[in-house]
């Protein structure tokens, strides 16, 4: 192999040319979709159900919630409720704008002797009015809760986008206009929900990602410079990491795939973890250099001795990755699919390219490169003292691993699920102080929809069947998560207090059955009887505000309602389910935790037997996933004891991270391998010259790659921060086990039969 990439180095170049033109046409191909619908699992029954239940009672997810404050004080005052009014027609006005409503719009439904009339709630005409108006609001829980602050300073406004623009560009326009209408009107204000949640969401990721991808490029390249100190020191690991993103981003252009929120990491990943290869490979070429060799010549050992295990470096990355596709998630099957296949790409055109390039480079520049720079110091007699080192203290390296560990793995049975919504941004991120503005002012803005189902028998004015929806509705508001609930049983009490002229004594579901008749009969050609209520599906709801609870605080919210509902009403007379985005959110997590576990233990198989062809030895296996597991116990020890859940961005780093743990394992015993082969005079010579053979590439390779990761640390975006965080401790944890945890292992512990069968050197 070595022979044929040299021998045709300059067809492979052209060939590596004409498809890299292919993939930079390909590129133009794609498209960009961050629909966050995809990030459902689409065949899973609660997704199917909840999309047709959607269609029978349309949901708050392409509503905004804008709160305006009055700064002279209360908000009914009539100069604060006459802006609102000209703010509220204004945006009413605005392209992809369905309706926006707050408490001036509202009727107050009235029965009087002359029949059912529907004035104004909110009366602004005189002072006098306005007080009753603000009176009659207070005294209602949903209207207080929902359309006033605590200290009645702010009101909320609700705007109703168009629902077909919700995973498309005319949303952020949207988005924008509103805020431009707002801005321009000069009262303070407030926004949130998922439309402008999303909009915010996704520009956040998108410069951060830019930013922060350019300043790892950055950092790179002024750590190349200090490592070669020439110009081609720099170029060709930029050369041999961009090029496959070009292949990667083209291929999924010309297959007609588009990037999402998951899939636009994939060039700043691919970027920072295919400097390896190129890193490894140039690394050892200077070494042959160093010791007199021609440049094809010092080639030509490169690639017969290294290639093979950065084959297997890179198969392990790439399988780790691959095994997200065990997801049920398709945005997270399709990521781990191109990245899988790009960390390969970049291990394919490191060995088509850079040969090439090599050849092309004057002696007297290579020459410079090992004069000058860090490549200088960091010659084999280094790595003799680290091994000196290393035996002088190895009873206190073999104990501080073993300390490490136990407690990672504490650390790790420690790891939580619970995820909140905007769990990857800071406490003190704009978007996520709106969120938690609205839930301690107002209802907050996600919802809680309990879906019943009535039995064939069962009339939904049955007065029973009331009595059951009400218990329900009351045990979801005593719990204290829940608030503005609307309910079948909430329409009859209103109707039954506008029945008998507002007096508050009948504020309940109606004694007489013959009375809910009458409601029934006044309200189910209301919109708002149709939102409660499906005849053809037979289907109600009992609909909540909550806050941002978390999936572990939903889990039990729904464990209690499920036994409450068991215990407490007559489930004969209907079947219930929890839906809505809220629930979808929450098993969405147990899809990405379930998932993540299944596809490392998979991965984990298929990398120890591509190991095994170094050493077909189950021991030296054995022996070597010992320091492996480490990075991995520290990884989990770090996400336990400083409470980092387990959540998208999380478990895709962990997947990376385990195959990269791996990389500095792989050279080391390919390394010695090597040198095995070559004869010996004692186990601690062999580990001492497997060490000064392979030490330089694995510590130069693990800083680069260090360098590109610790800038993502200072990220307020926590995808991003935790890239670089979880990376950096894998990276630095897996290059110290194996520089002194492994050879020590290995020194006590190699299978005496492939020592006994290789020729020895008298020492």
């Keep these: 192999m070595a022979s044929f990439i040299l021998r045709y180095r300059n067809w492979l170049f052209l060939t590596f040319c004409l498809f890299s033109l292919l993939g930079i046409a390909g590129i133009f191909k794609l498209r960009i979709n961050f629909s966050f619908d995809k990030f459902f699992p689409q065949q899973d029954e609660a997704v199917q159900f909840f999309r047709q239940y959607e269609r029978i009672f349309p949901q708050n997810d392409p509503i905004l919630y804008v709160a305006l404050q009055n700064p002279k004080g209360s908000i009914f005052q009539q100069e604060f409720l006459m802006r609102e009014r000209q703010l509220r027609e204004q945006i009413s006005a605005l392209p992809h704008i369905d309706s926006v409503y707050s408490l001036s719009t509202l009727p107050e439904v009235k029965r009087t002797a002359l029949g059912f009339i529907q004035p104004p709630l909110l009366r602004t005409q005189s002072e006098k009015q306005l007080q009753k108006s603000r009176e009659k609001i207070l005294k209602d829980d949903f209207l207080k809760t929902t359309f006033v602050s605590t200290n009645e300073n702010w009101m909320s406004l609700f705007v109703q986008l168009d629902a077909g623009i919700l995973d498309s ?82 291929l999924m252009g010309w297959l007609g795939m588009e990037l999402d929120l998951l899939t636009t990491l ?25 010791k007199g060799h021609s440049q094809l010549r010092s080639l030509f050992i490169t690639v017969k001795e290294i290639g093979w295990l950065t084959f297997l470096t890179s198969f392990s990355t790439a399988v780790s990755l691959a095994s997200l596709y065990t997801s049920a998630l398709k945005p997270v099957q399709d990521f781990g699919i191109y990245s899988g296949l790009g960390v390969m790409l970049a291990f394919i055109l490191t060995y088509l390219l850079l040969p090439a390039l090599i050849m092309w480079l004057p002696e007297s520049s290579l020459q410079k490169v090992t004069r000058t720079g860090l490549i200088r110091i960091s010659g084999p007699q280094r790595f003799g003292q680290l091994w000196e080192f290393t035996l002088k203290h190895q009873q206190k390296i073999l104990k501080g691993s073993l300390i490490i560990g136990i407690l990672g793995l504490a650390g790790s049975l420690m790891v939580s699920e619970n995820i909140r919504l905007l769990d990857d941004l800071g406490e003190a991120d704009q978007i996520r102080q709106d969120l938690i503005f609205f839930e301690n002012e107002f209802t907050g803005v ?13 009339d939904p004015g049955d007065m029973n069947f009331l009595q059951d929806l009400e218990k329900i509705e009351r045990f979801l ?93 007559d489930t004969s007379r209907f079947t219930w389910e929890l839906t809505g985005t809220a629930i979808l959110f929450e098993k969405n997590n147990q899809y990405l935790t379930s998932g993540l576990f299944s596809g490392l233990v998979l991965s984990a198989l298929i990398i120890c037997l591509s190991m095994a062809t170094l050493f077909a030895s189950l021991r030296i296996l054995f022996l070597s996933l010992i320091p492996n597991l480490l990075p991995i116990l520290v990884l989990g020890g770090v996400m336990g004891f400083f409470g980092i859940s387990l959540k998208a961005s999380t478990v895709i780093v962990v997947a990376l991270c385990f195959g990269i743990a791996f990389d500095d394992t792989i050279h080391f ?77 290995l020194l006590k512990y190699l299978p005496e039969k492939y020592l006994k069968n290789l020729k020895q050197i008298p020492s």
Aim: charged residues 20%.
């Design 266 to 290: 994939l060039p700043s990943l691919l970027f920072i973890v295919g400097t390896s290869d190129v890193i490894h490979l140039i690394s050892k070429f200077l070494q042959e250099y160093r």
């Design 169 to 250: 560009p005319e949303r952020d326009q949207a988005y924008d206009d509103i805020k431009a209408a707002l801005e321009a009107k000069g009262l303070p204000y407030k926004i949130s929900g998922i439309p402008g949640i999303r909009t915010q969401y996704v520009r956040k990721v998108t410069l951060e990602l830019a930013i922060f991808i350019s300043l790892s490029l950055i950092l790179i390249v002024s750590f190349l410079y200090l490592v070669f100190r020439t110009w081609w020191g720099i170029l060709l690991p930029l050369l041999g990491v961009i090029f496959p993103v070009i292949w990667l981003l083209g």
């Design 669 to 745: 015993l390919g390394r010695l391998k090597l040198e095995m082969r070559k004869g010996y005079s004692s186990r601690s010579e062999l580990m001492q010259r497997t060490l000064k053979n392979c030490g330089e590439g694995l510590i130069l390779t693990t800083l680069v790659l260090t360098a590109g990761f610790l800038i993502l640390l200072a990220s307020d975006f926590g995808g991003t921060f935790y890239i670089g965080l979880f990376s950096c401790v894998t990276l630095l944890v897996a290059l110290i086990c194996d520089l002194l945890l492994l050879p020590l292992i």
């Design 446 to 458: 996600r919802s809680l929809e309990v879906a019943i189902h009535l039995a064939p028998n069962v």
């Design 477 to 569: 508001k005593a719990t204290g998560k829940c608030q503005a609930i609307v309910s079948l049983p909430d329409l009859y009490r209103r109707g039954n207090l506008i029945w008998h002229f507002q007096k508050e004594d009948y504020n309940r579901l109606p004694s007489d059955t013959t009375l809910i008749r009458e409601i029934r009969i006044l309200a189910e050609n209301t919109p708002v009887y149709r939102t409660l209520y499906n005849d053809s599906a037979r289907l109600t709801r009992i609909s909540a505000r909550m806050r941002d609870l978390g999936s572990e605080e939903m889990e039990n919210l729904s464990h209690a309602l499920r036994y409450y509902i068991q215990n407490q009403t």
